[in-house]
C-alpha cells in the first residue's frame, strides 16, 4: 500500500515536473522565435528625438518655431522630480524596481481579459514596454507585439539606466494639441515651464498619455479631472505628497491654457514673416530640411525686432499710397454665404474661416470684417476681434468714393459715391480703424486693401552683414513670396555704378569727361538707340556728372571704353551675378538679379571694399547648447583683456577679401553721395548724416529701385508687379522707392548714427567743376565746385574725353585714335597724353587681388 501510494505521488510529481519544464521549454521556446530578428534596442542610447527648432532676435524674444512634432526635448536631469512621479504613479509604480516588465500586472490584466472573456484588455506595459513599442514596435495588441516588446524591454534595461529610458518616455509621448513630450506639453496647456508646475498640473500631465483625445481639458473636462485626481491619489499611497498636500491638490480647480484660464504661449509669438521664413529657407538648404525641422537649432538671427517693424511700414505705406492712387477696388476675393450672417455666432465663425490676411499693421490693425448689410449711403459691418456696439460698425459713404469697382466683364465702373457702389452683402473686407492724430480718438472704420503692386525692402551693417531688417511684400499671410530675395528683376540704373567702379579701376577718375550724345548699335533684334531718360544729350560731361544724373549714353559709351566682360567679371566678383552675360545693353541693368545680391554688393562699396557676406543668422546651437555655425569670423583682441581702458575701443581683426581698390571705394561712394545730395535721388532723401545712393528705374517703369547707404547701413528697395508691367507716369526710383528708404533710414540713423565716409590713404583733394571737369583753385566754392579725390602718383588728365568709339556730332570734340591700347588726346595746358585702355579683366588692378 505504502508502495503504491509513493508510486502514485511519483508518478504526480514527474508529471508536475515534466509539465514544468515542458512549460519552461514552451515560453523559451516562443521567446526564442519571437526574439529574433527583433529591432536593435541599442540604437536607443544614441537618439535623438524630433525637437522644434526656435528663432530668436538678438535681445533673446523668441519670433518662431519650425517643427514636425512640437517637442522641446528635456534632458532627465532637468525634469523635475514631481513630474517623473506623477508619470510613474500614472503608468508604472513598480518602474524602479521591475526588470522591464511587471509579472504581477500581467498576470492580473491575464485575469481580467479571462474573467470578461476578452472584453476588457488592459495593456499591463510598463514605461519601458511603452519606450519599446513607441519607438520599435506597432501599436496594436496582438500577442506576437506585447511578446516582442516584453523581450525588447528587458534587454533595454541591461542597455540602459533607469533614467535615461524614463527620459526617453517623457520626451517621446504624444500628450494631445499637438505636443509631444511634457516639457512642449506644459507650455500648451498651461503656459509654463516643467519647474513652474504644481502636483495638480503634474497629475493632469500624466493623465493624459492613455488616450489625449478622450481627456480633452474642454470637451471631457470632468474625465479629466477623474483622471487627475485618481493620479494624485496614486502620488498619495506611493508617498510622494503628503496628505495635506493632496487634499489641497485635488480640490484644486482643472485650469489650462484650453479653457481660458491661462494665456496661450502663442500670443507672445509674433505671426510669421519674410525674415523669419527665409531663414527656414536657406537653413533647409543648408543643413536639408528634415534636421531643419527635427534637430532642436536654437537660431540667433540678426533681426533688428525695432526696424523690421519700420521697414514693413515703410514699404507698406509707400505700395498703399500708389494703390489707392490707381483707384481700383479689389477687395479680397471671399464671401460669406447670406444664410451665414443671421447671428452673430455664425458670421463670427464663417469670419474666422475666411483666408485673408491678418498681419497687417499700417496706422493701426488692420480686421478682418464682413458686411451685414447695406444702407442707402453706408454699410453695415461686423469685425473680427472687435464687440458689436448698440449703434453697429459702418462703412461711411465718404469712405469709399476714391476707388472705383472693377465690373465682371473687366471694365471699369465710375467712382463709388456711396457703400453700395463698391460693396455687397457677404463681402469680406479690411478694415482699420482712423484715429484723430491730435488725441488718437477713434473718427471711423475705413475700408483698406491689399496692394497689387508688390515690392521688398531689406537693410544690413556694412561691416559685418547682419541683416537687420527684410520685407518681402505687403504682406506675408497674403504671399509668401518673398520680393527681397526671390524676385529675380532687372535693377536698370542701379547697376550702373559697377561700370564706374570698372572704369575707375581702369585708370579713369571722377573727373574723367566722357561724351554724353546719341548712339545707333546694330543688334540681332535691329537697330539699338539707346537714349536718356530727358530724351536730351548734353554733350562732353564728368563721370561725377554721369552718374549723378543717371546718364544711360555715358555709361554706355564708358561700358565700351571699358570693355563688358571686364564690368561682367566686376559684377560677378561682388556677387551679383553669378555668371553675367557681356552685352552692352547690361550696363543699364537689364539683366535680372535680386534685390538681396544688389544690397550686399553697395555694402561692399560702403565699407571700403571689403567683401561681406550677408546674413540672416548670428549663431546657431544644437540640441544641447553646441554652437554648429557662426558668421562672425573676426577676431577680437582685446575684449577679454583685463587691460582694456573702460572707455576703449578693443581691436578687432578682420582678414576679409578685399573686391575694390579703397580708394576705388572713395571715389564711387562720393560720385554717389552727389546722387543724393544734387542727383537723382536729391528731391527726396534728405537725412541728418552723409548718405550716398543710386535709383534706378527699368524700361517704361516697369520695375523701381533705389539703394543707399550711410557710414555704416545699407538699405535697398525694389518695387514692381509680380508680372511686370509699366508702374504709369510719375514711377521712378527716387518717386517710389525713395521714399520709403528716406522712412526708414531716419528711425535707423537716430537708433544707429552714422557719419563721415572714410577717406582712405594713398591720394589727395583737387577742386574742379563738376559741370566742365577742368580744376579749380584750392579756394575755389560754389555749388559748381566739388572735391575729387585722386590717387597718389596718378595723372588726373584733366580735358581728356571718350566717346567709347561710337560716332558723334560734328559739334562735339573729336580726338584721335592712336592704339588699340589708348587714346591720344590734348589735355587742358596744351599737350597730349594717351590714356583709356580697353582693359580686360586680367589687366584691371582691384588692390592687387585680380
Known amino acids: 500500500m505504502i508502495r503504491f501510494i509513493l508510486s502514485f505521488f511519483g508518478a ?18 516562443v521567446f526564442w522565435v519571437y526574439g529574433r530578428d527583433l529591432p536593435s534596442h541599442e540604437s536607443l542610447a544614441q537618439y535623438k528625438p524630433p525637437t522644434i527648432s526656435r528663432i530668436y532676435s538678438g535681445e533673446g524674444h523668441l519670433i518662431d518655431e519650425f517643427s514636425q512634432e512640437r517637442r522641446l526635448f528635456a534632458p532627465a536631469d532637468e525634469i523635475p522630480d514631481l513630474i517623473k512621479q506623477a508619470f510613474i504613479s500614472a503608468e508604472d509604480k513598480n518602474f524602479y524596481s521591475h526588470k522591464g516588465y511587471d509579472t504581477r500586472g500581467i498576470a492580473a490584466a491575464a485575469i481580467e481579459a479571462v474573467q470578461t472573456r476578452g472584453e476588457t484588455v488592459r495593456g499591463a506595459s510598463t514605461i519601458t514596454q511603452q519606450v519599446m513599442k513607441n519607438f520599435l514596435l506597432s501599436g496594436d495588441r496582438r500577442i506576437e507585439r506585447k ?38 506639453a506644459s507650455q500648451t496647456y498651461f503656459n509654463k515651464t516643467l519647474a513652474e508646475l504644481a502636483p495638480h498640473e503634474a497629475a493632469f500631465l500624466a493623465s493624459l498619455p492613455k488616450a489625449p483625445s478622450d481627456y480633452h481639458p474642454v470637451r471631457r473636462k470632468d474625465r479629466l479631472l477623474a483622471r487627475r485626481n485618481f493620479v494624485l491619489k496614486e502620488m498619495y499611497e506611493n508617498g510622494y505628497i503628503d496628505q495635506a498636500s493632496y487634499q489641497a491638490e485635488v480640490n484644486a480647480p482643472l485650469r489650462s491654457v484650453q479653457n481660458g484660464d491661462f494665456e496661450s504661449f502663442r500670443t507672445a509669438l509674433p505671426p510669421r514673416d519674410y525674415f523669419t521664413e527665409e531663414i527656414r ?33 515703410a514699404l507698406r505705406a509707400e505700395l498703399e499710397q500708389y494703390d489707392r492712387g490707381i483707384g481700383i477696388w479689389r477687395g479680397t476675393g471671399e464671401k460669406i454665404a447670406a444664410d451665414q450672417l443671421g447671428s452673430e455666432d455664425t458670421w463670427r465663425a464663417a469670419l474666422s474661416d475666411a483666408d485673408v490676411p491678418r498681419d497687417i499693421t499700417l496706422n493701426g490693425e488692420w480686421h478682418p470684417a464682413v458686411v451685414l448689410s447695406i444702407g442707402e449711403q453706408n454699410a453695415r459691418i461686423g469685425i473680427e476681434g472687435v464687440d458689436e456696439d448698440a449703434d453697429g460698425h459702418w462703412i461711411e459713404a465718404k469712405d469709399v468714393q476714391w476707388a472705383r469697382k472693377r465690373r465682371s466683364d473687366g471694365s471699369l465702373a465710375s467712382k463709388a459715391k456711396v457703400a453700395g457702389d463698391l460693396l455687397e452683402v457677404g463681402d469680406v473686407v479690411l478694415v482699420r480703424a482712423m484715429t484723430s492724430d491730435e488725441d488718437g480718438s477713434f473718427i471711423r472704420w475705413t475700408l483698406r486693401q491689399v496692394s497689387e503692386v508688390q515690392g521688398g525692402f531689406m537693410a544690413m551693417d556694412v561691416n559685418t552683414g547682419r541683416v537687420l531688417a527684410m520685407q518681402g511684400g505687403f504682406s506675408y499671410q497674403d504671399s509668401v513670396f518673398n520680393r527681397a530675395t526671390q524676385a529675380q528683376r532687372q535693377p536698370g540704373s542701379s547697376f550702373k555704378p559697377f561700370v564706374y567702379a570698372a572704369a575707375l579701376d581702369s585708370g579713369y577718375s571722377p573727373a574723367t569727361i566722357v561724351v554724353d550724345a546719341p548712339i545707333e548699335i546694330n543688334t540681332p533684334q535691329g537697330l539699338w538707340r539707346p537714349r536718356n531718360s530727358t530724351n536730351k544729350f548734353y554733350g562732353p560731361t564728368p563721370l561725377r556728372t554721369g552718374i549723378e544724373q543717371s546718364r544711360n549714353l555715358m555709361t554706355i559709351r564708358l561700358a565700351q571704353e571699358v570693355g563688358m566682360p571686364v564690368v561682367a567679371k566686376y559684377a560677378e566678383r561682388f ?27 553697395y555694402a561692399m562699396f560702403a565699407n571700403g571694399g571689403e567683401r561681406v557676406e550677408p546674413t540672416l543668422v548670428d549663431r546657431i546651437q544644437d540640441r544641447y547648447g553646441e554652437t554648429i555655425y557662426r558668421h562672425d569670423k573676426r577676431q577680437c583682441l582685446d575684449c577679454n583683456s583685463p587691460a582694456l581702458a573702460a572707455n576703449a575701443t578693443p581691436r578687432i581683426v578682420s582678414d576679409r577679401e578685399r573686391v575694390m581698390d579703397a580708394i576705388t571705394a572713395y571715389q564711387l561712394t562720393s560720385m554717389m553721395k552727389g546722387v543724393v545730395d544734387r542727383g537723382t535721388a536729391s528731391g527726396v532723401v534728405n537725412l541728418p548724416v552723409p548718405t550716398a545712393g543710386k535709383t534706378g528705374t527699368t524700361n517704361d517703369a516697369r520695375d523701381v529701385w533705389f539703394i543707399g547707404f550711410t557710414s555704416n547701413i545699407v538699405a535697398g528697395c525694389y518695387i514692381g508687379h509680380d508680372r511686370p508691367r509699366p508702374l504709369g507716369r510719375g514711377a521712378y526710383g527716387s518717386s517710389l522707392c525713395g521714399p520709403v528708404f528716406q522712412s526708414f533710414m531716419t528711425k535707423a540713423t537716430e537708433k544707429y548714427g552714422g557719419g563721415p565716409f572714410d577717406v582712405p590713404p594713398g591720394g589727395y583733394f583737387i577742386k574742379i567743376d563738376r559741370f566742365t571737369g577742368a580744376r579749380l583753385p584750392d579756394d575755389a566754392s560754389g555749388n ?27 559739334n562735339l570734340p573729336l580726338f584721335e585714335e592712336v592704339s588699340s591700347g589708348g587714346r591720344q588726346v590734348q589735355t587742358s595746358t596744351g599737350g597730349t597724353a594717351v590714356v583709356g585702355p580697353k582693359a580686360n579683366f586680367g589687366t584691371v588692378s582691384s588692390g592687387g587681388l585680380y
Not at 565746385?785 to 581728356?800: K, N, S
Open 12 to 29: 504526480i510529481f514527474t508529471l508536475l515536473t515534466l509539465g514544468v519544464a515542458l512549460i519552461a521549454l514552451s515560453i523559451g521556446a
Open 281 to 313: 529657407r536657406q537653413l533647409a538648404e543648408d543643413f536639408g530640411e528634415g534636421e531643419f525641422f527635427t534637430g532642436g537649432f536654437t537660431v540667433r538671427a540678426t533681426i533688428d525686432e525695432e526696424m523690421q517693424e519700420v521697414a514693413a511700414a
Open 575 to 601: 556677387g551679383v551675378y553669378d555668371d553675367m552675360g557681356p552685352y552692352l545693353a547690361n550696363s543699364l541693368g537689364s539683366e535680372e538679379t535680386t534685390l538681396y545680391k544688389m544690397v550686399a554688393a
Open 784 to 810: 559748381y565746385v566739388v572735391a575729387e579725390y585722386f590717387r597718389d602718383g596718378q595723372d588726373p588728365g584733366f580735358g581728356l574725353t571718350y566717346d567709347g568709339g561710337f560716332a558723334m556730332g560734328s
Open 147 to 184: 511578446t516582442k516588446e516584453i523581450i525588447l524591454a528587458a534587454r533595454l534595461e541591461e542597455t540602459l539606466d533607469k533614467e535615461k529610458i524614463l527620459e526617453l518616455y517623457l520626451n517621446e509621448i504624444y500628450l494631445g494639441q499637438n505636443s509631444y513630450g511634457v516639457a512642449a
